[in-house]
Structures are given as C-alpha cells and as structure tokens.
C-alpha cells in the first residue's frame, strides 16, 4: 500500500479526496492535515462532514513548519488540496524527499511567470519546480504523469473545457481564425467551504463573472495551444458544470470526422462517457466521470459540444486520484469507477 495523506483535508475536495482515498485498494490514507492556526484542528473529518460518522472518523492534524517538513520523507504521496499561495509555498519542501504530489491548485498550472503574476496576483517563485511540473489532464498526459515528481491537476472549468475541446485540435479539425466560445455553469462548491458573499445562499442567482478575465481563460489556451474566450456564470446549486463549447470547424469537415475525433480519444477509456443525448448536471453530479455530445451543422462548420463534471470529483479530486493511479501504476479508473452506482 502507498501511503498518502492529504493537506487542506477540511475543504470541498480535500474531503471528496479523502472519500476516495479510504475505499481505495492501493492506497492507504494515513492522516488529514490543516492549516497550523485552523478553527478545525483537532475535529474529526466527520465533525465537519456529517455522511462521514462511523465511516471516516479521523482526526484534522494542525500542520507545523516542522511536520511540514517530515512529510516529504514519511510518504509516497501527498495531496495539496490547498488554496494556490499555500501550495506555491509549500511545494518545494513536500517535493524534497521521496513523496511524490498531487496540487489540486493553480499555483503550478501555467508555465508563463508574467501570465502567473497577472492571474493569481502574485510572483511565482519557484521556477525550477513551475518547469518541471506535469500537466495533469488525466485523460491526455498518462506518459508524462507516469513520471512526475509533482502533478498540477487542472482547475474545474479546463477539465471540463479541454476534454470536449482536446479531440478536435488534436485532429486539426478546428478552423484557424475562429476562436471557441465556452460558456460554462458552475456550482457554488466550485467557490470551496471558506463563507464569503457572492457565494452565500441570498446572493446567488445565475450570473455570469470573471467575463473576459477568468484565470481558467489562460489555463486552457495553453494547453490548447490557441486562444479561447471563456465565460464562466455561478448558478444556484451545490455541485457540477455544464460547459457549452461552440467551435467552427474547416471547412468540409464531416459529422462522422467529429464523431471519429471522440471515439478515437475516449472509446477505450472508462472515464469519459460519449453520450447519446445532452448531458445532464444531475447525471453526473457524486461521479467521476466527464459526460459529452456534441451536434454539427455541416452546412455552416458550426460544431456545438456540452461536457458535463462534477466540479469537486473530475474537476479536482477524481482527477487528482487519476493521476496518483497513473503515477503508481494501478488503473487510471481504479476506486473511481464504481462511484457512480
Ligand atoms: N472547489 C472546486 O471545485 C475546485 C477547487 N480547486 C482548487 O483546489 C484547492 C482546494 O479547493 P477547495 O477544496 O474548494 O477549497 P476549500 O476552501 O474548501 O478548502 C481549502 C482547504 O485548505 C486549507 N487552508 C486554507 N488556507 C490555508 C493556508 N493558508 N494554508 C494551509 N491550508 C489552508 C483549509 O483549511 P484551514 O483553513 O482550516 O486550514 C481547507 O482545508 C484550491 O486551490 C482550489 O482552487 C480545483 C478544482 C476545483
Ligand atoms: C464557482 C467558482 O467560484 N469556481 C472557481 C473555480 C474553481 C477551480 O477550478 O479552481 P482553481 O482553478 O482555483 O483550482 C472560480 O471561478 O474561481
């Protein structure tokens, strides 16, 4: 067994992690970690997460510069389920020993320092760790992540928006001039446990934010290798994203070239489901998979693509197991699978 644990074990994907973790076969979740000065030090899991009692009863272990500093040595594998700065800081020290890391934040996901600074309003200062870093697109990246020393799991709306996008660069059926428009609804879990205003109960009703400066634009232009424009809406329930993606294909590009473009990237793997309808937010909110359709109007080149995730599993903590179990060599679906029934 691997022996893992998970920093920032209190938050909505810590605790989706640690659901995970604890049912699966080849690694053992040894401790939960929290910040050094967090109210929740000392809680149990299912203190904070009720469906939890009698199932994941353990403790939240304040985190010490000191014990900071052993984990690298004590295990195979340690999730950063922490806010970017957290990560940024504490990355380097958890990369020293042998462990290896999963960071489910931004901090290492875009390799342009100035692109960083702009985004996350903060100098990135780690560059030899930021180089080496593996993008991890599960689904895209297993060669890369098989090696890995540190992982950066993409952000929700990427994932959602480079599985449905990714088969169509890939196969140069994408016109050239015309940008794709992603427009996606997020989930309020997507703004993580912390209260704030925007995301309270009485505020939230369907609105667009971040238009036109949302540090997922960035995010997923790199790894498409073109520009997108990306508009992120908050909508008024706990968990999920639906994205709509519309593309302009070349010209002549056929409906059976698009369907061949999804078969040839998913039909083999278990975790992105090529459906035969419009994905439902409900269809895949608890699970780990990415649901997409996708119809094209040949006449004009017009190609629209919804992709469906939950925001906390194949946005961030499923994501992250899938990379852990490429990186350790047990199936890429191994304990996430069978989450759905
Ligand atoms: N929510 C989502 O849908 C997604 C989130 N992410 C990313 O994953 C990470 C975690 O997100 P999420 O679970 O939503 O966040 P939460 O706010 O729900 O949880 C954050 C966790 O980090 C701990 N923490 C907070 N501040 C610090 C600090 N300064 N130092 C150390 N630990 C700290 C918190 O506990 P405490 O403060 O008590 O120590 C808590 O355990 C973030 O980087 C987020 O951007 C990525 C994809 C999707
Ligand atoms: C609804 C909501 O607020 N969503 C978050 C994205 C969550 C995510 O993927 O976060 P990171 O890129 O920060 O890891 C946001 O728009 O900032």
């Known amino acids: 067994?691997?022996?893992?644990?998970?920093?920032?074990?209190?938050?909505?994907?810590?605790?989706e992690l640690a659901a995970l973790l604890a049912k699966h076969p080849g690694f053992e979740l040894a401790a939960l970690f929290v910040s050094q000065g967090s109210q929740d030090a000392g809680k149990l899991l299912s203190d904070l997460y009720g469906r939890f009692t009698g199932l994941l009863d353990m403790p939240l272990q304040p985190l010490s510069q000191d014990?900071?500093?052993?984990?690298a040595t004590e295990y195979d594998l340690i999730f950063l389920a922490t806010p970017h700065e957290a990560s940024h800081e504490w990355a380097a020290t958890l990369t020293a020993g042998k462990a290896v890391v999963m960071d489910l934040s931004g901090a290492f996901r875009l390799k342009d320092k100035d692109i960083?600074?702009?985004f996350y309003g903060?100098?990135?200062e780690q560059p030899a760790l930021l180089q080496d870093a593996v993008y991890g697109l599960a689904d895209w990246h297993?060669?890369?992540?098989?090696?890995?020393?540190?992982?950066?799991?993409?952000?929700?709306?990427?994932?959602?928006?480079?599985?449905?996008?990714?088969?169509?660069?890939v196969c140069g059926l994408l016109?050239?001039?015309?940008?794709?428009?992603?427009?996606?609804?997020?989930?309020?879990?997507?703004?993580?446990?912390?209260?704030?205003l925007n995301s309270s109960f009485c505020e939230v009703s369907l609105q667009a934010y971040g238009v036109l400066g949302h540090r997922h634009q960035p995010e997923i232009s790199a790894e498409l290798g073109r520009q997108v424009i990306f508009t992120p809406h908050l909508g008024n329930f706990k968990r999920g994203i639906l994205a709509t993606v519309t593309v302009k294909v070349k010209a002549g590009v056929t409906a059976s070239q698009v369907s061949d473009a999804y078969a040839s990237a998913y039909q083999s793997n278990p975790m992105v489901r090529l459906r035969s309808s419009w994905p439902k937010i409900d269809e895949v909110a608890g699970t780990c998979y990415c649901d997409l359709h996708w119809k094209l109007d040949e006449?004009?080149?017009?190609?629209?693509?919804?992709?469906?995730?939950d925001n906390l599993l194949k946005g961030a903590a499923a994501q992250a197991l899938q990379c852990a179990n490429i990186r350790f060599g047990f199936a890429p679906e191994s304990g996430l699978a069978e989450k759905a029934l």
């Not at 067994?1 to 605790?15: D, L």
């Not at 014990?67 to 984990?71: A, D, E, P």
């Not at 006449?299 to 995730?309: D, K």
Request: charge should be positive.
């Open 1 to 15: 067994m691997m022996k893992t644990c998970i920093v920032g074990a209190s938050g909505y994907t810590g605790a």
């Open 299 to 309: 006449n004009s080149g017009h190609l629209v693509v919804t992709s469906a995730i």
């Open 175 to 196: 016109d050239e001039q015309q940008w794709p428009v992603i427009n996606a609804v997020s989930g309020v879990s997507g703004a993580g446990r912390k209260a704030a």
């Open 142 to 169: 297993g060669e890369k992540i098989r090696q890995a020393k540190l992982v950066a799991v993409p952000g929700c709306y990427p994932t959602a928006s480079l599985t449905a996008l990714k088969p169509l660069q």
């Open 122 to 124: 903060f100098a990135h």
């Open 116 to 118: 960083f600074a702009r």
């Open 67 to 71: 014990r900071l500093t052993q984990l």
